[in-house]
């Protein structure tokens, strides 16, 4: 009898054992050169949302705490309607964000480990079939990420920049143009004999280049730490012609109609400059509170005014700005988010209205869309009512 008690009691003690190791977790595994489909993000509108009554929010990506730097709408999938959303964020991961009936999937390219900021897209390597997009590093890493026919992201590192901040990323030509801190531009280009690029410091800045803006005619807009906003062409020892000085650092520049720029100021300034036959015109649209970072000029309103662009930053609120037909300008908050906002880019994503849609990121660790209802502006069109 105490045999088979004993007996009983060890079986028993054995099969706790074999429960607990199969309800601990298990270690993730290391990550794989392609990056794995996530589930769908939740994006139905939810109440944390703070969106004016006009306008609708939805949230493509959520990562918590960690900060989203920089997001860009690019058509990166060609097999997939409609253009991607590209997030980079603090931990040195590129997420591509792929939309489909207004819920987002979560492919996640690079694990630098690193804070992502520069981000370029073109087809600047003869190796690869189609568009690539590149992304930068705090590292001084410079990636190339390539969409697969099989629905997978293909990630390489096609550079080191000896360890500086890459801030900025332009694909110009066959060249990729990265500006680093303290203060460089480099140029990389496709090696005919080897995976990484051909990479070297072309020339030094003054500062660091926050953001920069091909312009229709090649040359480059560059909004500067420093304080400046440059035009230059792309070419090695180009000259740059100020546009616009200021005393506190320039945060992001955008381009509108007929060659007009838009630059956003640390302490608060929106600046519009103007090409006219006796040099730059520039005047101050919009004061408000320090800490500007996005900026995106698009249509956004019916009937249109004469401009209209939209602003983030440090307040967290995204307002748009508008220009009337006799000239005077208006804001008006249509978003707050739950921190500090730092990247605004515009882009289709709804067909629904006539209108742009906004897409933004920051401290607060999501990329959230702004759109205007369904049935906005589409006059004429049966709209459903629930």
């Not at 088979?4 to 990550?31: D, I």
């Not at 489909?37 to 944390?48: F, G, I």
């Not at 590149?134 to 190339?144: I, R, T």
Request: glycine share 10%.
């Amino acid at each position: 009898m105490k045999i088979q008690t004993t007996l009983l009691v060890l079986l028993t003690l054995a099969a706790c054992r074999a429960h607990r190791r199969e309800a601990a977790p298990r270690k993730s595994a290391a990550p794989a050169p392609q990056a794995a489909l996530a589930a769908p993000a939740n994006t139905a509108p939810s109440p944390e949302l703070d969106v004016a009554d006009d306008w609708t929010a939805l949230t493509a990506l959520d990562v918590g705490t960690t900060g989203v730097w920089t997001v860009e709408v690019i058509d990166l999938l060609p097999q997939c309607g409609g253009p991607e959303a590209i997030a980079l964020d603090d931990l040195g991961r590129c997420h591509v964000l792929i939309q489909y009936a207004t819920r987002w999937t979560d492919f996640v390219a690079c694990n630098d480990g690193t804070w992502l900021g520069g981000i370029a897209h073109g087809d600047l390597d003869p190796r690869v079939t189609g568009v690539e997009l590149y992304v930068g590093a705090k590292s001084g890493h410079v990636y190339q990420v390539v969409p697969t026919p099989e629905g997978t992201m293909d990630q390489r590192l096609i550079a080191d920049l000896r360890g500086q901040e890459v801030h900025t990323l332009l694909a110009v030509g066959d060249e990729l143009l990265a500006f680093t801190t303290p203060g460089s531009l480099w140029r990389l280009k496709a090696s005919a004999s080897n995976v990484r690029f051909d990479a070297r410091e072309s020339e030094a800045t003054l500062g660091r280049v926050r953001d920069a803006e091909l312009l229709p005619d090649g040359r480059m807009a560059l909004a500067t730490r420093a304080g400046e906003l440059l035009l230059r062409g792309p070419e090695e020892g180009a000259r740059a012609e100020v546009v616009l000085r200021v005393a506190s650092g320039l945060g992001r520049v955008a381009r509108g109609a007929n060659g007009v720029l838009y630059a956003t100021t640390d302490d608060g300034v929106v600046w519009r400059c103007e090409p006219t036959s006796a040099g730059w015109q520039n005047e101050r649209i919009y004061v408000g509170p320090p800490g500007l970072r996005g900026i995106a000029v698009g249509h956004f309103s019916e009937p249109a005014p004469r401009e209209e662009l939209a602003v983030f930053g440090y307040s967290a609120r995204v307002e748009l700005l508008a220009r009337a037909d006799d000239g005077a300008w208006s804001a008006r908050t249509v978003f707050s988010d739950r921190d500090k906002g730092h990247w605004l880019a515009a882009g289709e994503f709804d067909e629904r209205n006539s209108t742009d849609e906004l897409l933004g990121s920051g401290y607060g660790g999501r990329v959230f869309v702004l759109a205007r209802p369904a049935g906005y502006g589409r006059s004429g069109a049966a709209v459903s009512r629930p």
